[in-house]
């Protein structure tokens, strides 16, 4: 059964930095692509970012670029977050999908599901 645990979120002020971790197991990450995507308050899941999980590409969604990073290694995979806005408050998500041509952005493409981790930008 393929797992994934978000971790990392938190209570941050306008402008600050938060980096996510989405630790994988049960499952070879060289053979998955992973994205991250985001629910706020009354809004709908939105992706944020993605990885595709062998050859490293990656995509942004327009509100994420020049702010997010996304990145893995082994068995982790990392969204780090600078200049965080009010607008990023939101549950994030990673979630994982057997590796195909393309990489996948929407949250209909992926299978598998971490259960979130809360980030809140307030003053």
């Known amino acids: 059964q393929v797992q994934l645990v978000e971790s990392g979120g938190g209570l941050v002020q306008p402008g600050g930095s938060l980096r996510l971790s989405c630790v994988v197991s049960?499952?070879?990450?060289?053979?998955?692509?992973i994205g991250w995507f985001r629910q706020a308050p009354g809004k709908e899941l939105v992706g944020v970012s993605a990885i595709n999980g062998h050859a490293g590409n990656t995509w942004y969604a327009d509100s994420a670029k020049g702010r997010f990073t996304i990145s893995r290694d082994k068995n982790t995979v990392y969204l780090q977050m600078n200049n965080l806005k009010p607008e990023d408050t939101a549950v994030y998500y990673c979630a994982a999908v057997l590796r195909r041509v393309g990489l996948p952005t929407r949250p209909r493409d992926y299978t598998h599901w971490g259960r979130g981790t809360h980030v809140t930008v307030s003053s």
């Open positions: 049960r499952f070879n990450l060289d053979l998955y692509d």
